[in-house]
């Protein structure tokens, strides 16, 4: 993770101004013990503001020994700083130059980025009021939290429908300014002075800067203080010591910028308030994660596809193809989280053995409706040879022959076996089979009287026919 916000902000006390309002500048890095300036006076309201900006980098003078405060700053040079302090704050880094016209580059950067609203006379001097809506604009909103009450037409010189009233309220309240007189007038249409400019610079980037203040009658802000509010933030490590501090609004960026604390690999904040201010009294967490490589060798349980029939016995089994089961090598990348595991993600398998799948036939059996409109339950069918026979009297089980007698071969069939028997030409309905003599495997014999309809028909077309036999519950 990159802190994004501290490197930007010390980027910027070497770079910003000392590229933009130059005439003779002196090193960016230089840190005076006394103003080296013979234009500034000890005793002027913007003079530690000016120093402060010189000594932290954010500004220069035109020559070594002169600032010249009450020069004005042009739209171009304007935009320049805010399309500079905007790229600096998202990247920490400058990377626009000068183009054709010089100010052109930043002047595309600001219409792309929506630091500009409208355009401007690039070449001539920025009023307070264009200055002030370029920089409400050139830093996120989480970057001007609101610590002002500054009610709407609050600001004499700022009715609502001023066109930079947004800009110019945003900037107020969050105190950057508060005005040039005891009414906190902005004077929008006077032009802004290179001291103005610095004051402003310093209280953008240095939170603790920003006035305190309010324009609402009767209100007193709890913030209006000689010392700045503070307040406790604790940040929680997990295999580090905790860092607890009283502090100023500020970012977790800050804090461990400013500490020389750099986050480890693995560590990661709780919250996603690296570069956003942070609330009071905030505790946050930085968990550490790590990962690790895991290789489990597992078997793989074959799988069984069954097929639902009716030619084999309800819950008999036919096994049509065999199975076996497979073996894997798993390969796994493990995210651990304060040291206990937090996730698994399988990278690849490796197939060792592969697992057959195993096929089977399963007896379900069924219903029909026989052609005596009973509606019959089976347990399988089979397709079996049948003849038939006339002979009257008992049969070897001592029962006698019937209209719903069928000798059988007891082997396959037993004796007492309920069954329908039909095809797509013959219905013999409802038998039992009965011991009448030897047959073959799995033929029925059907007996039938000589007067029974069926009987021509089963000898004109043969002694043999295959018959669909259900085997009844």
Request: proline share 5%; charged share 20%; hydrophobic share 40%.
């Amino acid at each position: 993770m990159t802190n994004r916000m501290n490197k930007g902000k010390t980027l910027f006390f070497f770079f910003l101004l000392a590229v933009l309002l130059c005439a003779g500048v002196i090193p960016a890095a230089a840190a005076y013990r006394s103003s080296p300036f013979t234009d500034i006076s000890p005793s002027a309201w913007y003079y530690s503001d000016v120093m402060n900006a010189v000594e932290s980098g954010l500004i220069n003078g035109k020559t070594a020994t002169t600032f010249c405060p009450n020069d004005y700053l042009t739209c171009a040079e304007a935009v320049k700083l805010a399309a500079c302090l905007n790229e600096l704050w998202w990247t920490g880094a400058v990377s626009l130059t000068n183009g054709t016209p010089w100010y052109q580059p930043y002047v595309d950067y600001a219409w792309a980025t929506g630091i500009l609203s409208e355009s401007c006379d690039w070449t001539g001097y920025a009023t307070r009021g264009t200055f002030l809506g370029i920089f409400a604009r050139a830093l996120p909103a989480s970057a001007l939290s609101r610590i002002n009450v500054v009610p709407e037409d609050s600001i004499p010189d700022v009715p609502a429908y001023h066109p930079n009233a947004w800009a110019i309220y945003s900037l107020y309240q969050a105190g950057i300014i508060q005005g040039s007189d005891d009414a906190h007038s902005c004077n929008p249409d006077q032009f802004i002075r290179r001291s103005e400019v610095a004051a402003i610079l310093t209280r953008m980037m240095d939170p603790s800067a920003r006035l305190y203040f309010t324009t609402a009658p009767g209100y007193t802000s709890p913030a209006a203080e000689s010392e700045t509010p503070k307040y406790w933030i604790v940040v929680d490590f997990y295999d580090r010591e905790d860092l607890t501090v009283y502090t100023e609004a500020t970012t977790l960026g800050m804090i461990l910028g400013n500490r020389g604390i750099t986050l480890a690999d693995g560590e990661v904040p709780s919250v996603d308030l690296w570069n956003d201010w942070l609330a009071a009294d905030m505790t946050i967490t930085v968990d550490k994660y790590s990962y690790a490589a895991e290789d489990i060798r597992q078997i793989v349980p074959r799988t069984t596809e069954e097929i639902g029939i009716d030619t084999i016995p309800r819950g008999d089994v036919n096994v049509l193809q065999a199975g076996a089961d497979g073996e894997s090598i798993m390969h796994y990348i493990v995210t651990y989280k304060n040291g206990m595991e937090y996730d698994r993600r399988l990278e690849w398998e490796e197939v060792l053995t592969a697992m057959v799948p195993e096929k089977v036939e399963v007896g379900v059996g069924g219903t029909f409706v026989g052609g005596d409109g009973v509606t019959y339950s089976y347990s399988w069918k089979k397709i079996c040879k049948a003849t038939y026979y006339n002979l009257v009297g008992p049969t070897y089980s001592g029962n006698y022959t019937s209209t719903r007698t069928v000798a059988t071969n007891l082997d396959y069939i037993p004796i007492g076996t309920r069954m329908y028997i039909k095809n797509d030409r013959y219905d013999f309905g409802y038998r039992v089979s009965e011991d009448t003599g030897h047959l073959d495997p799995w033929q029925v014999d059907i007996w039938m009287m000589d007067d029974d309809p069926n009987a021509p028909l089963m000898s004109i077309e043969g002694v043999v026919r295959d018959m669909e036999v259900y085997f009844l519950d």
